[in-house]
T-cell receptor
Framework: EDQVTQSPEALRLQEGESSSLNCSYT??????LFWYRQDPGKGPEFLFT???AGEEKEKERLKATLTKKESFLHITAPKPEDSATYLC???????????FGGGTRLMVKP | SQTIHQWPATLVQPVGSPLSLECTVE??????LYWYRQAAGRGLQLLFY??????ISSEVPQNLSASRPQDRQFILSSKKLLLSDSGFYLC???????????FGPGTRLTVT
């Protein structure tokens, strides 16, 4: 059974204080790893897809990386508007279901 | 890219009343469609998914049902709401040739 674990559950940062969020996964065959951002009261917004170990994707202050066992979402010099819950997910072998992690709630203080 | 529409955005319903939430998809054809529920501060729970018109799979036995009357329309229903049906309901879709799920804006349901 696929498993996805995110840590920490919550992270408080000062504006400009860089950090990383972790997503550990166990799957029988990796068909991609997805990162989403979810603001309160809204649907998850798709951020990145990573397909193979060593792959990196960047978007503004965010950079996602992937190894064979985990993915990191690095946040460089975060701003208050980066505050949100970040979710990672992996598809099953058939590609028709996602297993989600519990999310990391990020709070960036000015 | 596909766009997922949901309505209403918020809904307050009394216990025992019926429910109908609608989801429509733009920008893709024959998508896989999904209904999730998210309790406050918790993860996403898959309720139903559909691979085509009239084809519904239920992941969790409950007071809810789903239907797919058209290729790009997915409906979540209940005949009689329970207090425990309160939550944030999300529709998602996957287009052809991808595993990426895109989500709608969600419906906040409060059962009183």
């Amino acid at each position: 059974e696929d498993q996805v674990t995110q840590s920490p559950e919550a992270l408080r940062l000062q504006e400009g204080e860089s950090s990383s969020l972790n997503c550990s996964y166990t799957v029988s065959g990796l068909r991609g790893l997805f990162w989403y951002r979810q603001d309160p009261g809204k649907g998850p917004e798709f951020l990145f897809t990573l397909y193979s170990a060593g792959e990196e994707k960047e978007k503004e202050r965010l950079k996602a990386t992937l190894t064979k066992k985990e993915s990191f979402l690095h946040i460089t010099a975060p701003k208050p508007e980066d505050s949100a819950t970040y979710l990672c997910a992996v598809p099953n072998n058939a590609g028709n279901m996602l297993t989600f992690g519990g999310g990391t709630r990020l709070m960036v203080k000015p | 890219s596909q766009t997922i529409h949901q309505w209403p955005a918020t809904l307050v319903q009394p216990v025992g009343s019926p429910l109908s939430l609608e989801c429509t998809v733009e920008g893709t054809s024959n998508p896989n469609l999904y209904w999730y529920r998210q309790a406050a501060g918790r993860g996403l729970q898959l309720l139903f998914y559909s691979v085509g018109i009239g084809q519904i799979s239920s992941e969790v036995p409950q007071n809810l049902s789903a239907s797919r009357p058209q290729d790009r329309q997915f409906i979540l229903s209940s005949k009689k709401l329970l207090l425990s049906d309160s939550g944030f309901y999300l529709c998602a879709g996957i287009g052809t040739g991808t595993y990426e799920q895109y989500f709608g804006p969600g419906t906040r349901l409060t059962v009183t």
